[in-house]
């Protein structure tokens, strides 16, 4: 076993007749000993089924309690896991299994319900626990000849899980993440977090991506802690879950922020059960908060905030904002990596100019599954992310570096803008994008989600000019302003920036 597989197993042989996992969906707690059933189940499956170390998974579900589950049974047996959206569409699910010669397919009823029985792609249902009637689709093209064979253990350095990156255009990188690199990034996650035993997590981002697969449950589960998983996130349910589970830490990303603070039954919700909410802390990635938003969170709802920094190439966090001594705006100081600003080609490390963010660490890929040497520079991965770090090693992210909109020569950087636009009264989220403009090349261009969504197009967009005017330097401002409903957004939430240009390009700005 790995280090990863055992510490994972442990867990459950201590725990046996504690509740460890909570599916929020059918409202049930499950024991490690309902655990470990469901463990061997599934490995008397694959073993039967001639799926083994090495082989691709496929994985394709909601959020559920089956989820850690099947990713501790295919870890402890060296398969390789794939978790993908729960909303792919079943053409997609389909080409994407096709392409890489998945031994197994795992996906939810109505998707499996979709797939054709044949020949080659045999179907299945198991029972668990955990999951009533677990969909299953072997690939029998690559099963079929092969001899039974007993459980082949892993090595650290095997692969244990690939996830697609969150990309905004273009076909998403496959990040291939071995048992080495998940159990040092859930190591680093533990420590900086402060996590043990006596803590409850609850997971509401989805458990296809590496916020929730490591940051959540896997560090969780490695410091002895509990987990609630929930469907989805939902505001109107938020404060009672908390309460209900004892949460004492939630992972989230700035737009749930947001919701919180402006969703009238979450605020009211919060005001019945405070004396009953114990939260530790709330981890807040993806992007820096607001000040006025991270400062009104933190005192409506008597909760701090740690942001942080990281992404599925460094197998969950590279930053954090240590307890007590946070500076809001920044991602916090380096957790497990070594940091670096490449300007000019130059190697900054301490108060530096803004350029692009370098990491390197023991819980960093090398390249990817389809490999990209361009994005490898002498040990360090270059994350295409603008920032700098101050006199006392805080990180300041500024934004992606091909996000950066060139307005006659001066460079603007959209998070900027929108971390200042984002503190008017009337937004509800905010975007900044480069349009064409014959002139400057790119016009500053403010897309906005008001709170609103009735109000006078033509009265927001003078406010926000105003406060514009007085907030940034001109080469800042806004010279377009767009008004939406909501974004073009991927599975995870991003906005989709191309997308939204595109549909852009065809309506008057005002609108």
Not at 237 to 249: A, G, I, L, M, R
Not at 321 to 327: M, Q, R, V
Not at 467 to 476: G, T
Request: with cysteine.
């Amino acid at each position: 076993m790995t280090k990863l597989t055992n510490q994972l197993t442990k867990q459950l042989i201590n725990d046996q007749n504690r509740n460890l996992i909570k599916d929020e969906a059918v409202e049930q707690w499950f024991t490690g000993r309902e655990l470990m059933q469901d463990i061997d189940i599934f490995h008397q499956y694959l073993l039967n089924a001639k799926v083994r170390k090495g082989d691709l998974v496929l994985v394709c579900l909601d959020n559920s309690a089956v989820y850690p589950v099947l990713m501790q049974a295919l870890w402890e047996l060296g398969i390789v896991a794939h978790p993908v959206a729960a909303t792919t569409p079943v053409a997609q699910l389909q080409a994407e299994f096709n392409d890489h010669n998945y031994s197994l397919l795992i996906a939810k009823q109505e998707l499996a319900d979709q797939i054709v029985n044949d020949q080659v792609l045999q179907r299945s249902e198991i029972r668990l626990n955990t999951f009533a009637s677990l969909p299953v689709f072997v690939n029998t093209a690559i099963t079929a000849n092969r001899e039974f064979m007993p459980a082949d253990e892993p090595n650290e350095d095997d692969l244990a899980l690939i996830l697609n990156t969150s990309g905004t255009t273009g076909k998403p990188k496959r990040v291939g993440l071995t048992h080495r690199l998940l159990n040092n990034a859930a190591q680093h996650n533990i420590t900086s977090h402060q996590m043990g035993s006596d803590d409850t997590a609850m997971i509401v981002m989805p458990m296809f991506h590496i916020n929730a697969q490591v940051m959540s449950c896997l560090s969780t589960r490695l410091s002895g802690g509990r987990l609630v998983i929930t469907s989805k996130f939902s505001a109107s349910h938020f404060w009672q879950q908390v309460s209900d589970n004892n949460v004492t830490w939630v992972s989230v990303v700035p737009t749930i922020v947001s919701i919180l603070l402006i969703n009238d039954k979450a605020n009211a919700l919060y005001l019945q059960l405070k004396d009953n909410i114990n939260l530790r802390f709330v981890r807040c990635s993806s992007f820096a908060l607001p000040e006025n938003k991270f400062s009104a969170f933190q005192e409506r709802f008597d909760t701090q905030i740690l942001e942080g920094y990281g992404m599925t190439e460094t197998a969950s966090q590279c930053t954090l904002n240590p307890f007590g001594a946070p500076k809001i705006g920044s991602a916090g100081k380096a957790v497990g990596t070594q940091l670096a600003i490449l300007v000019d080609d130059q190697y900054q490390t301490n108060n530096t100019d803004i350029g692009e963010i370098m990491v390197r660490g023991d819980h960093v890929i090398n390249d990817y599954m389809d490999s990209q040497p361009e994005s490898f520079k002498n040990g360090w991965f270059l994350t295409g992310d603008l920032g700098y770090l101050d006199e006392d090693g805080y990180l300041f992210v500024k934004g992606r570096s091909k996000d950066m909109i060139n307005r006659g020569g001066e460079k603007v950087a959209p998070a900027e803008v929108q971390s200042v636009l984002s503190q008017i009264d009337f937004v509800a989220e905010v975007a900044v994008i480069g349009m064409p403009d014959d002139l400057y090349g790119e016009a500053v261009t403010a897309v906005v989600k008001p709170k609103d969504l009735f109000a006078n197009h033509d009265q927001l967009k003078q406010q926000l000019q105003e406060y514009a005017q007085k907030n940034l330097a001109k080469f800042e401002q806004p010279t377009l302003v767009y008004f939406v409903t909501d974004f073009p957004r991927n599975p995870t939430g991003k906005i989709l920036r191309p997308q939204l240009k595109e549909e852009l390009l065809s309506v008057p700005a005002g609108k």
